[in-house]
């Protein structure tokens, strides 16, 4: 067992690795297998002969590795741990004429990443039979020929070896000739045709003999070729090479054409006999297609483009023959040298394409296979990465090599990484070869939903729809997919005692938040929600942000006038003094609006006066003053119609009726009770009349009442002025009512005495009778301050509006 430990030094951000322990190698195994074998067929058991464990293999990615381009010949049973046969296997085409053929693998197993080597024995069947060179051979012999000349004959080629490879020769019988197989000073075998029987030309000048080769296989196979002898006359010496064995070493990038070597014999006759011509003998196919020689000057040329990878060295056999056919052969060793022409392979043989970010760093993400197919110097290759990548590609075992994390990584900086690697070796000049491999960094739920602002702001006005959209909020997470995913929510709370869901909605894939009621800017003004962003992650994070709502007025509510006081039975009565000049402030209405801004600017208009150019009003102070002189010819009774109008769009008003009386004390309310009892036809001072009797005869006896009453209805009634106006007791009481047979009250009446700054008895209230119906004691009777303006400007002498300050209820 091989260990190798390595101890690494990472450079990058600072972070060092230390003691990095690579996995061993076991020991190798080695098996011994026949040729031609059929797919599938079993070699040996791994699992077994290793030591491992079968169910592991599918996790551990076991699998065969053969170096550079070479085939995949066999094949590992993950189910199993048998190592079968993927490919035909033939021992000739793989290693020729070599006496021992191997084939050699590595096993290769990761998580713990573990190399194995495993050598397959190719044993030789006999799936070849024997094979002349040639279909028949042509022998020119002289007849002079003593008994035991012999006269050379090449040996069949068998392509299999040892015991399979030719044994034996059985030559046609015959009375001339025998076969002897030799064996040359190089070390190969030919045979020999032997005379036995001295020839006659004259006798038989043509002789054919059929030669057989047999093997040693079971079953034998065997080859022929046919032997043609010509009887000529005498011959007696054959070609001689000058050296029995021809090297030559040749560069694999050699071009065509090149002269390899050059082989040359003598023959010692002369004329024809001593004329030698050379040809290939005994030589593989490969190098038959690779190599040509020159008939008559024995040149060797190459006509084929070598490859040091695929052979390194090639033998053959070069015959020379003379005239008259005697001949003689030399070897010829050529060795192909080797040039760097070969870049260097990248192969991954594992990859982990998507990393987490949140790897810890020494993570192995990969594993890389570098091989070379030139040899020696030209075969080491130097492998490395980038320096700005958080990544380093550490060696392994042989020409193995670890990818694996420097540092923590961050998708949302980087999410892909396109690492070059870039494998050079050793050769003059250097070759190198590239390869990009594609890494992606999968996201974890590293971060939270951040809101594009701190803080949101809305303003939605009131009387809105429910349903409308107040304001849109927007969150990002850096993370990807449902990492990044957001999901908006409104956090619970109170508003004023009221629950934000009652008052707000958010939609939980936009972000836009939605009113679930009206607001009113009279109850609401503002308030604020938090509404929270949270991700699909796992765990979840999440982020609030704070959202101010302001509801903005409109224009809903119309003035509210405070004085003079609206009340629905009454209204006031102001005196304005008979010598008040042009600009005097007479009186003043005031009013609010509920509604807040330029909706709430509020201005004042008299819309109906009894005399248009007596009085004005301030534009935004309601301040009411005389236009100009009072004179003698000014109406006593004053009616003003004040409407009070706010800015909004559209604008609302109120109104409200002022009444002014040009006096200067009540001492000349006589004279106007002297004018209300001319309008006989005053159904207010008929009941003014009957109530003053009434109370009367209340204090008397019954029968001084109806003396009384009967005197009453035939006088004129006085008025009594508190201080220098005498106002009759009779007007005083504050109830009265007549008592009939069944001592219900026919009719009610209310007296209020008010008085104002600077008068005694400024304001006063008539009695007035409403109808001649009876109501029951607990109701009033009600006339509203609307139908006493219609009676004011029906009857301007009517005796209910000689009062200063008169309301009714």
């Not at 070849?128 to 020119?140: E, G, R, T, V, Y």
């Not at 999410?415 to 491999?437: C, M, Q, R, V, W």
């Amino acid at each position: 067992m091989e260990c190798k430990i390595l101890s690494v030094m990472s450079l990058a951000v600072g972070l060092a690795f230390s003691f990095l322990s690579l996995h061993p190698a076991y020991g190798d195994v080695s098996y011994s297998f026949p040729e031609e074998m059929k797919q599938g067929s079993v070699i040996g058991n791994i699992a077994k002969d290793l030591g491992l464990e079968v169910n592991r293999f599918f996790a551990r990615k076991a699998r065969i590795a053969t170096d550079g381009g070479r085939k995949g010949y066999c094949d590992i049973n993950l189910n199993t741990g048998d190592l079968v046969v993927a490919e035909r296997i033939d021992r000739e085409v793989l290693c020729g004429e070599k006496p021992s053929c191997a084939l050699k693998f590595e096993f290769v197993l990761e998580n713990p990443l573990e190399l194995h080597l495993i050598t397959i024995q190719i044993q030789d069947i006999n799936d070849n039979a024997p094979i002349f060179q040639k279909d028949s051979i042509n022998l020119d012999i002289i007849e002079s020929a003593e008994k035991g000349a012999r006269f050379r004959v090449n040996a069949a080629r068998d392509a299999d070896i040892g015991h399979n490879a030719v044994q034996s020769y059985t030559l046609q019988r015959n009375s001339h000739f025998v076969f002897s197989v030799q064996t040359s000073t190089a070390g190969s075998k030919y045979g020999e045709l032997v005379l036995d029987k001295k020839l006659d030309r004259e006798e038989q000048q043509d002789i054919a003999l059929l030669l057989t080769a047999l093997d040693g296989g079971t079953p034998q196979r065997s080859g022929t070729v046919v032997i043609h002898v010509k009887v000529l006359d005498a011959n007696d010496n054959a070609p001689v090479f000058s050296q029995a064995v021809y090297q030559a070493s040749l560069p694999e990038n050699s071009p065509l054409n090149t002269l390899v070597v050059t082989v040359s014999a003598t023959d010692a006759d002369e004329g024809v006999n001593g004329e030698v011509e050379y040809e290939f003998g005994l030589m593989s196919d490969k190098a038959r297609e690779l190599f040509s020689i020159n008939r008559k000057t024995g040149d060797i040329i190459l006509t084929g483009i070598l490859d040091y990878e695929e052979e390194s060295k090639y033998d053959m056999f070069v015959e020379g023959r003379d005239g008259n056919g005697l001949s003689t052969d030399t070897k010829v060793i050529i060795e192909i040298t080797d040039i760097n022409d070969n870049a260097p392979t990248i192969h991954v043989q594992s990859l982990t394409s998507h990393i987490p970010e949140n790897a810890s760093p020494g993570t192995e993400v990969g594993i890389i296979n570098v091989q070379d197919r030139d040899s020696e110097n030209n075969r080491r290759v130097r492998c490395s990465i980038p320096e700005n990548v958080p990544f380093l590609l550490v060696p392994s075992i042989k020409n193995y090599y670890s990818l694996m994390t420097v540092v923590e990584l961050d998708r949302e900086l980087v999410s892909d990484y396109n690492i070059t690697i870039t494998a050079t070796d050793e050769g003059s000049p250097p070759l190198s070869s590239f390869k990009t491999i594609q890494l992606s960094v999968s996201d974890v739920n590293d971060n939270p939903p951040v809101f594009e602002e701190q803080f949101y702001s809305a303003y939605l006005t009131e009387n809105n729809k429910p349903g409308s959209s107040v304001c849109s909020v927007t969150a990002r997470d850096l993370d990807w997919r449902q990492n990044g995913t957001v999901i908006y929510s409104l956090l619970p709370g109170d508003v004023n005692g009221v629950s934000v869901s009652s008052l707000l909605s958010v939609n939980g894939d936009t972000g836009v938040i939605h009113a679930v009621r009206s607001f009113d800017y009279e109850q609401f003004r503002s308030f604020k929600v938090h509404v929270q962003a949270r991700d699909n992650g796992s765990p979840p994070l999440s982020s609030n942000v704070t959202v101010s709502v302001s509801i903005t007025d409109f224009n809903d509510n119309s003035p509210q006038i405070l004085y003079p006081a609206p009340e629905k039975n009454s209204f006031m009565t102001e005196l304005v003094p008979k010598g008040a000049n042009a600009g005097s402030l007479v009186s003043k209405v005031i009013a609010v609006d509920a509604d807040s801004g330029q909706n709430a600017w509020l201005s004042y208009h008299i819309v109906k006066s009894t005399d248009p150019g007596l009085f004005t009003i301030g534009l935004h102070s309601g301040e009411i003053r005389t236009r100009r002189d009072i004179s003698e010819s000014d109406n006593m009774k004053q009616n003003l119609i004040v409407a009070v109008k706010d800015n909004g769009q559209p604008s609302l008003s109120a109104t409200c009726a002022m009444f002014l009386l040009i006096s200067d004390n009540l001492a000349e309310v006589p004279e106007l009770k002297d004018l209300s009892s001319d309008e006989s036809n005053s159904k207010l001072t008929f009941y003014l009349i009957i109530a003053l009797v009434s109370v009367s005869t209340f204090f008397l006896t019954f029968i001084i009442v109806i003396v009384a009453v009967r005197f009453c209805c035939r006088r004129k009634p006085r008025l009594l002025f508190d201080g220098a106006v005498a106002i009759p007791s009779a007007y005083l009481p504050s109830n009265y009512a007549e008592v009939n047979g069944s001592g219900t009250l026919r009719s009610t009446y209310n007296y209020d005495t008010y008085l104002t700054t600077g008068s005694h008895t400024s304001d006063f209230k008539f009695v007035s009778s409403y109808n001649d119906n009876t109501f029951p004691t607990d109701q009033t009777l009600k006339k509203t301050p609307t139908d006493f303006a219609e009676d004011f400007h029906a009857s301007d002498d009517s005796p209910e509006f000689y009062s200063l300050g008169l309301r009714f209820s």
